[in-house]
């Protein structure tokens, strides 16, 4: 219940919250933004985060990238990673962020969050690749990522190989 309000609430109100931070206006997106991401946490102080958030947490500590901007730029990754285990979970993320579903298989549901993640993403101007990452650090960042306490709680396991091409798709190098 938590993380779907929060998506919905994060789906409405990122793009305000930066052009509103960008103008240095208020709005309601800021609010929306603050409300969204308490509603997060309370979500996932229960149930634990797992591949997206080690990976990124990996990413702050080697490169310093804000931990939001790294969530955002391995989420679509970590999504499509776990998709064979949670397709239908994925389908529900679509509807909180208002993709109309109808009609739509589990599996075309699905890849349309995981599309409407990326597009939001984009929106927000967040990177597709981590620039100072170095294709020979790879092994390193993933070893780190499954050594931190939120890899457990991931929805399918993964393999040190597994996460390597994982980061491989944000290294300019790879």
């Known amino acids: 219940m938590f993380h779907f309000e929060a998506i919905k609430l994060i789906s409405e109100n990122l793009r305000d919250s930066v052009a509103e931070a960008k103008s240095g206006q208020p709005g309601s ?51 499509e990673f776990n998709k064979p285990v949670c397709a239908e979970r994925l389908a529900k993320v679509a509807v909180a962020m208002g993709v109309d579903t109808t009609g739509m298989s589990t599996d075309e549901a699905a890849d349309a969050a995981i599309a409407a993640v990326k597009q939001l993403s984009a929106d927000v101007n967040i990177p597709h690749v981590c620039e100072a990452m170095k294709a020979d650090e790879i092994e390193v960042l993933a070893k780190d990522a499954m050594a931190d306490a939120c890899f457990p709680g991931n929805p399918r396991e993964a393999t040190l190989d597994d996460v390597i091409e994982l980061f491989k798709k944000i290294c300019p190098a790879a």
């Open 29 to 79: 997106g800021r609010e929306g933004m603050a409300l969204g991401q308490y509603v997060a946490g309370m979500g996932f102080s229960n149930v634990g985060l797992g591949i997206d958030h080690a990976m990124a947490h990996t990413l702050s500590a080697h490169y310093d990238t804000p931990h939001g901007v790294a969530c955002a730029m391995l989420l679509p990754i970590a999504m």
